[in-house]
């Protein structure tokens, strides 16, 4: 048998559950070995799971955030790195995801392993690319059945077992066809530290933990087969030195349990190790799949007598660790890596300050979308390699003209307009869209006017509702953007913002505009508190939301309620008029902006915490009193 | 074991039943159900011909054809409803080996996501009873050459060994998850190598018996050796009626044959039977042999024993007879075709009636869309677009001028005229791009050059500007807006989208008020500076074939060889009108030229592209084509 001895490893999914195990171990295993790990940084997995060490040694590993479909980044981290080995988690393994859509998970899991197949075949300089698969892919095995070999059909029952069955053809034929050096490991539920908190071991530990009774899918009597992490790193890491090029390992533990048993034991060694917060034992059903597998029995002994590996951590024992790591306080996490595009601009650099604040990785992106190339704006998100952008970019003013009349004009306005604010953000959609990272585009409300179905008062506009304001030329070409963006409804999130308040005395901070007023036109509008508005933004975008939302807060204002307030809490002194309906300047005002008011309900459903447009002006008030009064 | 009562169908859908295998499905269980409603769902793409499906079945009403994509859950979704479907046989995948080779994301895509869709749509509706998936014997991978070699049987792990056998296995992976999850009523039918009427001509047979037609030689990959066995296209249509009649849902089953016959011996048989049907003597087949493909499977050998025990099927059909058959079929004279379903967006503009005018010319169905993009909600035009479904759209809309401006002077102006310009020049093209793409469809953008101005790298008499370069000139609202649409367009080339961008359109109608030429023969002042021409009558055609062909990207769709103004007039006076009245001829030499030029978008673009796709006069020969025909009629 030849042994190989990995020099520069490829690790996609490193900062999910085993992929993040696996990197430890090998760290240690491989003292020569060259650690690269892609990681789309999807919801659960965490940077952080890599050990401090190995971030720290700069020498030995690197974390590239980035989808295994985009192309020009994995065929330059295999160039720039000589990787001889891959070893292939990434995938978005969540059954109930791939349940919701169907489409999108062969998109996520078969299809970009296809574009990254691809890539290795151009390459071809591998020595080795381990794929890891899944016993569900055998789909399920009856009481008494015998266990499933590696020759075994595959009828997979759910979507995700589907995703990595296709996987499986796909390789295969890149095995046949182009010599790919190829082993596949199928695994059976493996547990341990780092798992996130969705699967059913955690969930479990944490639900004893904090006292709530468990929940069971189904009648909780399926079998499911528990292998520690270890020691399926192990496994893995030896099969990659010793597996045979070619062939389908499955790797097991020979221990099973079901569902309703394994909650039981973790109760049980919960209340072993915290006996104060634990409650007594009790279940309740949670929402059912479509079809649940009784038992994924499979036979794991072509891994022992050809490997010579086998499970040698108990289940107690690694349960005991189990539960033990998930009661140490949190560790680190580091989970997005955002480029901003637009970053230095009014709101852009807000919300870099929030990521400062908040300790979010980010980096502000240089090229300037639809000035330059596409090739040299694509070129910059392969490079920083992200797993978010988000763009604030857009053209509101210009030299010599604070507002959006400066983009009234002939063909050089008409094409700055287009192209800050439509061409670019398409751009980087699209862009985006290609090479798997989320986006969010940082629109407007200001698309809409009052009519008939939407008076004062009445309805607000909702995400679904189409453009009907076009009389200013920043309004009509806003306009086409949101529109456009609802294309990108699986992959973009397009916020739509208007009016934007902080609380800072700040010539663009829409109350501090109002406070120097001395005419108002009156019409009650829906505005945006950046205070509150850019954190929920923030999370939406790690939870990786799309389609379009309105993000204003709820209600609407008027600019005399602004300064009413002014007068209660500020400045009793200050006056200002009312532009009547009679005023001969009445028209014009009301028709070169969008007045209107924007549905919420879907934010606050989200949100439902989230202040009212009044209270945030009466905060903003507030903050811009005391700084006048610091001053 | 296999029902006893045998299941009839009432609303059967077939897709891909414009295919070579579904077209002959189609053809022979219309009369072998006498009461059954055929539904055929195709995109009519590679080889697919609606009128491979005989003639008196599709004037019958117990069969209508709806070209789309299966990928369309809308469609699928209203179709399934509308016609009560019970029954579907699910033929639709892009069956080329090499295609998939070249790109397999695009083949898992087309083959696989667009079955995933398709699947969805069936559990939505809820209402089938049976669904035939046929698959392939291709999942297996392949079997050795030795005499002993057993067939693969229904039992045996699947081993795709090429793309495009990896996507069927990943249909049928899905097809087990959706059975245990949906308790959809689905039968998988893996079919080995078939022949009989109606196949592409890339395949064996009808590329063999063309072959011999011409009394050629016969290419085959590699040694030739690779045995493969014969189905005739009947009898796997009898057995895919076994199967939806009788077959167990759930299970899976083999259709095949043990005759096997190499390539070579094909070829021997082939010369023969076309010999013998044209008269002519028998003549020793040739053969030269060509390189195999990345890995050319050897032999696909598989057990049929199962539906034979079961269902009581096996192959009925002699191969001379099924040979006798196909070539009797292949010599026949075609006498129809339908390969396209197009819909226009601006049908009724001067390029867009032109356009109609050439479809009907040439007996190319289509329709024209109602729906105004960006006026209407969007809503509503996808609704029409899913309602015409069409296998190919064309956009020739776009707003040049309106109200008292005959020219794009028209667009400058306010956010009025901004609204109508983004919206009519850019909305709508993206729109339609986008969806196109969603849905399966091929689409045509009739776009602009108008977008180019000379400039260092591109002067007079230099180089031109190639399909891959962008937009340099921005002097127009007009050509601001489709400058940008120029360039979003670009990002959707790799699908079937096709940019086709024409410059100074011009036919030799005289009397159409927007011709180019119609126009300068008025004007008082030429400049004299070489263009890009697109001489509609030669240009549609080309534009017509390649959306056939489903070609996408960008395209500079104009005659070689830049011609200036007054080179047009020249040519015009000397073949037509010897009286043409006297204009100012202004050189770029000139100050004034020198303004135009730096003012105007007056460009040279490469047409080596569209040069390599199809044969194209030059501007001058087709000028000097088109004014002789604008002579004659005169002297008529």
Known sequence: ?631 | MAGKVAYSPQNVLVTGGCGFIGSNFVNFIFNAWPNVKLVNLDKLILNSDACYVEKNIRDSDRYKLITGDIRNRSLVENLLQHHQIDTIINFAADCTSTRCYQNPVEALENNTVGFIEFLEAVRTYGGVQRFVHISTDEVYGDSSLAQDEQGKTESTMLSPQNPYAATKACCEAFVHSYRASYNLPIIILRINNIYGPNQWNVKVVPRFIQVAREQGKFTVQGTGEQLRSWLFVDDASEGIRRVAERGVLGEMYNLGTGFELNVLNVGRAIQKEVDQQLGRPEREAEFISIPDRPYNDLRYLIDSSKIERELGWKPVIPFDEGLRRVVASELREKKEEQRMNVVIYGGGGWIGQQFQALLKEKNIRFQLAECRIGKQPDAQVLEELISLAPTHVVSCTGRTHGGNFKTIEYLEGGADKANENVRDNLYCVIYLAEYCKKLGIHFAYIGTGYIFKYDEEHPVGGAGFKEGDIPNYFGNSYSVVKGFTDRMMTHFGEFEILNARITLPLNFELNEDRNLLAKIIQYPKIFDIPLSITVLPDCLPILVDLMEKRVGGNLNLMNPGPLSLHDILQLYKQCVDPNLKDYERIGVESEVGQRLKETKAHCTVDTTYVQSLSPILSSVDSLKAGFEKIRLSKNV
């Open chain 1, 1 to 631: 048998m030849t042994m190989r001895t990995p020099k520069s490893v490829l690790v996609t999914g490193g900062c999910g559950f085993i992929g993040s195990n696996f990197i430890n171990q090998i760290y240690i295993r491989w003292p020569d070995a060259k650690i690269v790990n892609l990681d789309k940084l999807l919801p659960g997995s965490n940077a952080c799971n890599v050990d401090c060490d190995l971030r720290n040694n700069a020498e030995r590993y690197r974390l590239v955030v980035g989808d295994c479909c985009n192309r020009e980044l994995t065929m330059k981290l295999l160039q720039d790195h000589q990787i001889d080995t891959i070893v292939h988690f990434a995938a978005n393994s969540s059954v109930d995801d791939c349940y919701r859509d169907s489409v999108g998970a062969a998109r996520n899991n078969v299809l970009a392993m296809t574009h990254f197949l691809e890539v290795c075949r151009l390459y071809d300089r591998l020595e080795l690319f381990m794929h890891i698969s899944t016993d569900e892919v055998y789909g399920d095995s009856g009481k008494d059945s015998q266990p499933k070999m590696e020759q075994s059909l595959l009828t997979p029952t759910n979507p995700y077992a589907a995703t990595k069955a296709s996987c499986e053809a796909m390789l295969n034929a890149y095995r046949v066809s182009y010599k790919l050096p190829t082993i596949t490991a199928r695994m059976n539920n493996v547990y341990g530290p780092r798992q996130c908190n969705a699967k059913v071991v955690p969930r479990f530990v944490l639900q004893a933990f904090e006292g709530q009774p468990f929940t069971v899918m189904s009648d909780g009597e399926q079998l499911r087969s528990w292998m520690y992490v270890d020691d399926c790193c192990e496994g893995l890491a030896k099969l990659a030195e010793q597996g045979r090029i070619g062939e389908i390992y499955n790797m097991g533990a020979k221990f099973e349990l079901s569902i309703l048993d394994l909650a039981k034991q973790i109760h049980e060694e919960t209340k072993r190790q915290s006996p104060d917060t634990v409650a007594d034992f009790s279940t309740v059903p949670m929402c059912d799949r479509p079809y649940i597998d009784r038992r994924y029995h499979i036979d794991t002994q072509k891994m022992e007598k050809e490997i010579g590996w086998t499970c040698t951590t108990s289940f107690e024992q690694g349960l005991q660790r189990t539960v033990a790591w998930y009661m140490r306080p949190p560790m680190d996490r580091q989970t997005e890596k955002i480029l901003i595009y637009g970053g230095k601009g009014w709101i852009g650099s807000q919300f870099a300050k929030l990521c400062d604040d908040r300790a979010v990785a980010y980096v502000l992106g240089a090229t300037r979308p639809g000035d330059d190339r596409d090739e040299v704006v694509e070129q910059e998100i392969v490079r920083v390699a992200p797993s978010h952008v988000v763009s604030f970019l857009g053209r509101t003013h210009g030299p010599g003209c604070n507002t959006i009349e400066y983009l009234e004009g002939g063909p050089d306005k008409l094409k700055e307009n287009a192209q800050d604010n439509l061409y670019a953000p398409w751009l980087l959609a699209t862009l985006c869209r290609k090479l798997g990272v989320h986006m969010t585009y940082v629109g407007t409300g200001c698309l809409f006017s009052y009519d008939k179905d939407h008076p004062i008062g009445g309805r607000g506009y909702t995400e679904d509702d189409e453009p009907n304001y076009f009389g200013n030329s920043y309004s009509v070409v806003k306009g086409y953007t949101d529109r456009v963006m609802h294309h990108f409804d699986d992959s973009v999130l397009n916020a739509r913002i208007r009016l934007p308040v902080n609380f800072e005395l700040d010539t663009r901070n829409l109350v501090a505009k109002v406070i120097s007023y001395k005419q108002i036109f009156d019409m009650p509008n829906s505005i945006t508190i950046l205070p509150d508005i850019l954190p929920i933004l923030l999370d939406l975008m790690k939870k990786r939301y799309t389609g379009t939302l309105n993000m204003t807060n709820p209600g609407a204002v008027k600019h005399s309620e602004t300064l009413a307030a002014y007068n209660r809490l500020v400045d009793a002194e200050k006056t200002w008029q009312v532009i009547g309906d009679d005023d001969p300047r009445a028209e014009s005002m009301r028709s070169a902006r969008a007045n209107c008011a924007l549905d919420t309900t879907k934010l606050q459903q989200l949100y439902p915490d989230l202040r009212s447009a009044r209270d945030g002006v009466l905060e903003a008030i507030k903050h811009i009193a005391a700084q006048r009064a610091a001053q």
